[in-house]
């Protein structure tokens, strides 16, 4: 399995380089903390050493040595379970935008870790809300755009940023996925699955290939058919961004197939088909509650978490990819609307916390506050989801990395 | 009720204010003119606000009585600045176009108009987008329930117009010819126009009594001289300091009366919009850039400029923010250091002051059009929902109703509008499904 064994090197470095600089010892108490393991803490302590979570309870003592820090309210480091910031920037100008790749319209090769900013000034925008997470890369608007990466919200470089470099490959279905170049395929959504399934049958006797051929005979290199065999595999998930009920059931339907892991994005009308989803063990990330509800999201309802999750489906919260004003939109603020809508306060929260991590195959890393965890923290000063409560503090790694009242 | 007689119901609007007096009782009162009531009473009739006060208010003989007990009740929200309605405006033949009117493209069956009643909103700007430097005359809607755009209009009290004017400046007028190229051209173009439309009103004047000396008729001066005579706002689109200040130059220059629209950079230049003395109406969106001229845009420029003593309105841009979270863009405003009170104002009486229109909507005094929300808790809570919607003394949203509830919440159906009959014979589907 040469394949498997290259993806899961590059991983390794990437995990290397995003070691930890020198870290200090700090607590941070906080009147309530929510752990997301368990019941809220009352005068919550969460002692951080080394860039880890090194203990956590009620009414802990603060060890000497350690710096102590205070908010109203702690929770765990928000993840924002699909954006593509850092690929496309707040100029919304040529030159920063990466996110879409119109040449072809399969193009599973292109990487994220490749175009990534971790500079870019939306990055910062998100962690001074206390995002420390992100999952980011290729965006919506071709049948497979590229890959996808998760980040934390800090770094100077991708190496320093990166948590999973091949997280999933970005797929769309539905009129997102259609060209109206005249003589260009996919012009239809028929067509479109025609080709995501010959190019996954071509990839599926590409790895058979290279893998049985004898030594010297072996198929030529190919980038497309090699990031679909890590879907193949299942290291990969497709991430498939469909909005109308029918081509949520199509994107069920190719899954299946070819036994790939899928998660559903976006999926505006996933409640009319809920029992499909669930009986298929797929995860959905909402699209952001007050996404705006036009073409294929015309019958999106702000509901769509509560009732996905009532039914047994995990979910996470989402803020999407805005193409115009605002760039971006917050996943914390996307909660706070679901919250309004049907999830209550902690199911809103674990939609872009624990849940967005196992949607992402990172819960033993992040979203939870459990020693052993990565540090990452937000603090705020009041409920979160208050339109008037500010985010006063951000920690990634053991580290501060955003201060101030946002 | 037969199909017939659903049919002679066509004559009569659907949602019409009670004969009878009615008085809603118990609610937190939030008159936005008037400190906040804790177990409040309002009276209307007939349309309009009888009287608002606390608990032992004089309720009319006959009148009907409405439990409000744990509801919070305020005005209904003035929208300075949507494009709900399907709204269109000027075309790509030139980049200003007086004559065009909002009025003649609105389709009163739009769900995005029937999520902004969902939202609380009572009065909305109209207006077409900022692709021109001046794209057409806005239409004040007032959203009664109605079958024709006719039906929703609010003409000024005073002068019998429908609406403003709306005009823009920065990147998205700029385009290729015969749009501006750069912003001076930009200014140039539309100092071009006003003085075409001073020479227009002298050539009126120097006609005298003589009909036949008159000019031929020309819409778009006659619009133009509407603006400036003060008879028509114009609601001008700008983002960037520099572009605000040359608003405000060319304001000077031909004296039209203007409200600055988005201001992402007023926090810049506060000070010379107080000194000019002219309203802003801000939009508060999710984050900054999307475009150049919003790089900068920051939720404090309402606070800033309520420091600055300039009036402060509130717009949803619709879609760009949604109607059905206008609410929100003052919290974002509270979030950033502007006051509640001011905030709350921003979303009322300020925008009635913007639209002309204060005496007769804003707020909750006698005398006022019996526009009104029932909310069910704290307006700037993010779980607060909009309960019901009145207008007019008439309810035109209430959550509890099935088919309004898909326009507040969203699901199958909620992006279509009502079919043409559906709002008209309410009651008539009503009654089937109770058979």
């Known amino acids: 399995m040469r394949g498997e064994s290259r993806w899961r090197a590059l991983a390794t470095v990437a995990l290397v380089l995003a070691g930890a600089p020198a870290y200090s010892q700090i607590a941070i108490r906080g009147e309530t903390v929510y752990t997301m393991a368990g019941p809220a803490l009352k005068d919550g302590v969460v002692l951080v050493k080394d860039g880890k979570i090194e203990k956590v309870g009620a009414g802990l003592e603060v060890p000497a040595g350690y710096r102590e820090r205070r908010a109203r309210v702690v929770t765990p480091g928000l993840i924002d379970a699909h954006t593509v910031v850092g690929l496309t920037g707040y100029l919304n100008q040529p030159q920063d935008q990466d996110q879409l790749e119109p040449s072809a319209p399969i193009q599973p090769e292109l990487r994220a870790i490749d175009a990534y900013n971790p500079e870019e000034r939306l990055v910062a925008w998100l962690r001074g809300f206390g995002v420390t997470t992100i999952h980011t890369g290729h965006g919506p608007g071709a049948l497979v755009s590229g890959q996808t990466m998760i980040a934390k919200t800090r770094g100077k470089d991708v190496d320093a940023a990166v948590v999973v470099p091949v997280a999933m490959v970005a797929a769309t279905l539905g009129s997102g996925a259609r060209t109206t170049e005249e003589g260009k395929s996919p012009g239809t959504r028929a067509k479109a699955i025609a080709l995501l399934r010959a190019e996954l049958i071509k990839a599926q006797e590409y790895a058979s290939k290279r893998e049985t051929a004898e030594k010297g005979k072996e198929p030529e290199r190919s980038l497309r058919l090699e990031a679909l065999g890590a879907v193949l595999r299942g290291e990969a998930p497709l991430l498939v961004t469909v909005h109308r009920a029918n081509d949520i059931v199509t994107a069920l339907r190719v899954a299946q197939e070819f036994k790939v892991r899928l998660v559903l994005d976006g999926a505006a009308e996933a409640y009319l088909v809920k029992d499909q989803i669930r009986k298929a063990g797929v995860s959905v990330i909402v699209h952001p509650t007050m996404a705006r509800d036009f073409g294929e999201t015309e019958n999106m309802s702000k509901e769509t978490a509560a009732i996905l999750r009532r039914s047994g489906i995990r979910v996470a919260l989402q803020s999407g990819f805005e193409s115009y004003v605002p760039k971006t939109r917050v996943v914390l603020f996307e909660a706070a609307a679901a919250a309004a809508y049907g999830l209550t306060f902690e199911e809103a929260l674990a939609a872009i916390t624990i849940d967005a991590a196992r949607v992402l195959g990172i819960e033993k890393r992040v979203g939870s506050i459990e020693p052993g965890k990565d540090a990452d923290l937000a603090l705020y000063d009041g409920d979160p989801f208050a339109w008037t409560s500010h985010c006063v503090g951000t920690v990634i790694q053991g580290e501060v990395v955003s201060e101030g009242a946002n | ?435």
Not at chain 2, 12 to 20: G, H, M, S, Y
Not at chain 2, 187 to 216: C, S
Not at chain 2, 319 to 333: D, H, K, V
């Open chain 2, 1 to 435: 009720m037969t199909v017939l007689a659903a049919a002679f119901a066509l004559a009569a609007p659907l949602a019409v204010a009670q004969e009878k007096p009615q008085a809603f009782l118990g609610a937190r009162i939030i008159p936005i003119t008037g400190p906040e009531i804790g177990n409040g009473v309002l009276v209307v009739h007939g349309g309009k606000i009888v009287s608002v006060g606390p608990e032992g208010t004089r309720i009319p003989e006959g009148a009907v009585r409405v439990d409000l007990s744990g509801k919070v009740l305020m005005p209904g929200l003035v929208d300075t600045h949507s494009h709900v309605g399907s709204v269109e405006g000027a075309d790509a033949s030139a980049p200003l176009q007086p004559d065009v009117r909002a009025l003649d493209a609105i389709d009163v069956r739009d769900p995005r108009l029937l999520k902004a009643r969902a939202g609380g909103i009572t009065t909305v700007n109209v207006m077409p987008g900022s692709g021109h430097l001046l794209s057409g005359q806005t239409v004040y809607l007032k959203l009664r329930e109605g079958s024709v755009v006719e039906d929703l209009l609010l003409p000024n009290p005073k002068t019998g117009l429908l609406g403003g004017m709306k005009m823009a400046n920065g990147t998205n007028s700029r385009r290729k010819p015969p749009f501006p190229g750069t912003r001076a051209k930009s200014a140039a173009l539309v100092r071009e126009q006003y003085v075409k439309a001073q020479e227009y009103r002298q050539k009126i004047k120097d006609a005298g009594d003589d009909p036949k000396k008159l000019p031929a008729r020309d819409l778009g001066m006659e619009g133009l001289l509407e603006v400036m005579d003060g008879k028509r706002m114009v609601h001008h689109h700008t983002h960037r300091h520099d572009d605000i200040v040359t608003v405000l130059r060319l304001q000077k220059e031909f004296g039209f009366r203007v409200t600055l629209h988005h201001v992402s950079e007023a926090w810049k230049v506060a000070d010379e919009i107080a000194a000019a003395g002219v309203a802003c109406s801000i939009i508060n969106v999710d984050s900054p850039g999307g475009k150049l001229e919003t790089m900068d845009l920051a939720w404090k420029t309402g606070a800033v400029l309520e420091k600055a003593g300039v009036l402060v309105g509130f717009h949803t841009d619709d879609p760009i923010t949604e109607s059905r979270f206008f609410l929100r863009s003052a919290g974002l405003a509270v979030r950033a250091g502007m006051s509640r009170e001011k905030a709350l104002y921003g979303l009322t009486q300020a925008g009635a002051i913007i639209l002309d229109l204060e005496d007769r909507i804003g707020s909750l005094a006698p005398g006022k059009d019996a526009d009104f929300l029932v909310l069910s808790g704290d307006p700037l809570d993010y779980r607060t929902h909009v309960l019901e919607t009145w207008v007019e003394g008439a309810k035109v949203f209430d959550l509890s109703r099935e088919k309004d509830r898909l326009y507040a919440v969203g699901g199958y159906g909620a992006g279509h509008g009502q079919p043409p009959s559906a709002h008209l014979c309410g009651d008539f589907e009503d009654e089937e499904q109770g058979r």
